[in-house]
């Protein structure tokens, strides 16, 4: 484990002429606090990535790591200890320094700086400034998670963690003596080695050719039956759509009823100014014996007689309006309905061209993978040219098969120890030993930051991110908010790995700025947890602008500010 003791710094950024120091060997959780400009970064960031591997962690030019007012004496110095060893390794600008010391005696330099440089990276920290950046400091600046990382870079983030890199080395140096073999070899014995490799390129591409053809061919012929089956599903699904939307009362109906309510409606007014004429001329008989028209008296059995006329016709007047008041009853419940089925054909239209849409979706799919498989069968004419081809190398290799036996062994076992010691061989056999302690590990993290995903890392450092509903996500997927805790929860499962391996490990994590970026309260509050833990270990450093809101939550509180151009530890 390596246990950072203390960063200092004179003219180094915006500091001035005089050593800055911080200490590092108290396990705790500082709050860094100060305004923009004022030296926080340059602090805690730059200082000890460039102290350890000569770069700042931002993007700066090295030439402006410099005290711009000063303008030489830029010094730092950072000490470690590794067990029992302890380290202190000082580098400066204009001078240019860079010096390495293991129990306070200077380790030989050597001629070149990038030679010396390996030294501390291989031989004393185990990492690079890839892999340190991935354990113990987190920013928002030029920070380059691990999941946008290239696949080069984060296969050498997991071997520094793993502490395998030393196969690559390994490797690195069976290649080298594997290459004099060639060298020492005659030309016969070098068309030998191409056929062989000709050879083995053929297979390669014979044995990929017919194994794709089949298993591709075998998954597209599934899955297009299972497509047809979703497809026939989505058509029954329309039919039933279809045929429910035709049998719900339409726009035409509600018309035709409205027309014939409205006609009813005609009929009873006219009906009822009818009542009421046929009654006053009832009335009119009932109260009247001489006609006010011709004074003349009206007789009794006339008056009967047409009071009994009358009277049946009010009869059929009343009972018609009652006929029509009861269709009318029943017009205006379908008018109701006629509503009602209107919007019920709205829903059903929108469903209607939901299911059309995937069916469409479904058709495309299948006619891509008959497509596919139609591709896939026209390799046959590819294959046999291989075959022709293998077989003309194979009579090649015949003839010279007797001049490659004397080195033949050797450079088996050779070959041997390279395929041991390639990415696919002892590294690729450790890390997929070490996948699901990974996986668990960071979906431990990312449960603790209350976000509920599955999260896992194939062999070849791919994602797949799934949901509680199990669909498939990528980091890219997500907000700014959810890959930040995907990105907390990688670098704190690295450093508990290397913990575990006791490779990278080390006591010291700095996070710049990642409670002012996308996390939300529920968020904060859910890494506050977490760094809690990891303090009582380790010392944790959070840089902010939250200084006001967040200062209860921390043991511990620095601050920076700048004075007369320089900027001062508080």
């Known amino acids: 484990m390596i246990k950072f003791e203390y960063v200092k710094f004179k003219n180094f950024g915006s500091f001035g002429n005089y050593y800055t120091t911080i200490d590092f060997s108290h396990n705790s959780m500082t709050l860094v606090s100060g305004s923009n400009g004022h030296g926080k970064s340059y602090a805690l960031l730059d200082s000890i990535t460039f102290a350890l591997f000569g770069k700042p962690f931002r993007k700066i030019n090295i030439s402006q790591l410099v005290n711009s007012i000063n303008s030489k004496d830029c010094v730092v110095e950072t000490g470690f200890s590794i067990g029992k060893e302890s380290y202190k390794v000082v580098r400066g600008l204009k001078p240019k320094k ?14 070149k700086a990038k030679d010396y440089q390996n030294i501390l990276e291989d031989q004393i920290l185990k990492m690079n400034y890839k892999s340190f950046t991935q354990i113990v400091t987190l920013g928002s600046s030029s920070f380059i998670p691990f999941m946008q990382l290239s696949p080069a870079d984060r296969r050498s983030v997991i071997e520094d963690i793993l502490d395998i890199s030393i196969f690559s080395s390994m490797n690195f140096i069976i290649k080298a003596k594997f290459s004099n073999i060639k060298e020492s070899v005659n030309l016969k014995q070098k068309d030998i080695q191409l056929v062989e490799e000709k050879v083995k390129i053929q297979i390669s591409n014979l044995e990929s050719l017919t194994k794709n053809k089949m298993e591709t061919l075998s998954d597209n012929n599934k899955k297009i039956e299972e497509v047809r089956g979703q497809i026939e599903k989505l058509k029954n699904k329309l039919d039933l759509q279809v045929q429910l939307s035709n049998s719900l009362l339409g726009e035409d109906n509600y018309e035709s009823i409205r027309e014939t309510l409205d006609e009813h ?24 014996e001489v006609c006010p028209t011709c004074n003349q008296s009206i007789d009794d059995s006339f008056k009967i007689k047409k009071k009994k006329t009358l009277i049946e016709k009010q009869n059929e007047f009343i009972s018609a309006i009652k006929n029509l008041n009861s269709h009318k009853q029943d017009l205006l419940k379908k008018i109701d309905k006629c509503k009602q089925d209107k919007e019920k054909k709205q829903t059903l239209l929108y469903e209607i061209n939901e299911t059309k849409n995937s069916m469409a979706v479904a058709v495309g799919y299948m006619n891509n993978l008959s497509a596919d498989s139609s ?5 046959d004419e590819s294959i046999q040219n291989i075959n022709e081809k293998l077989n003309v190398y194979e009579i090649e290799k015949e003839k010279l098969k007797t001049e490659l036996e004397s080195l033949k062994e050797r450079k088996s076992n050779y070959q041997v120890l390279s395929v041991l010691l390639k990415d696919s061989g002892i590294k690729a056999k450790i890390i997929k030993n070490y996948l699901p302690i990974m996986n668990e590990t960071i979906n431990k993290y990312l449960r603790e930051m209350n976000f509920f995903v599955t999260f896992s890392l194939d062999e070849e450092f791919n994602e797949e991110i799934k949901s509680r ?84 939550k921390f043991k511990k509180h620095i601050s920076f500010k700048k004075k007369n151009n320089f900027s001062k530890l508080l």
Request: net charge negative; charged share 25%; with cysteine.
């Open 98 to 111: 860079f010096e390495i010391y293991k129990n306070n005696e200077l380790i030989t330099q050597s001629a």
């Open 265 to 288: 409606t005609s009929l009873i007014n006219q009906l009822t100014d009818k009542v009421k004429t046929n009654k006053e001329e009832l009335d009119f008989y009932g109260l009247n």
């Open 375 to 379: 591709k896939k069968s026209n390799l």
């Open 469 to 552: 509903h199990r669909d498939t996500f990528s980091y890219m997927n997500f907000s700014e908010g959810e890959k930040s805790r995907i990105d907390l929860a990688i670098l704190l499962a690295w450093r508990e790995i290397a913990k575990i391996k006791n490779s990278s490990h080390c006591n010291l994590l700095i996070l710049d700025e990642v409670f002012d970026s996308s996390l939300d309260s529920l968020g904060v509050d859910d890494l506050f947890s977490i760094l809690n833990h990891l303090s009582e270990n380790s010392n944790v450093f959070v840089i902010t602008h939250k200084s006001d809101q967040l200062i209860d």
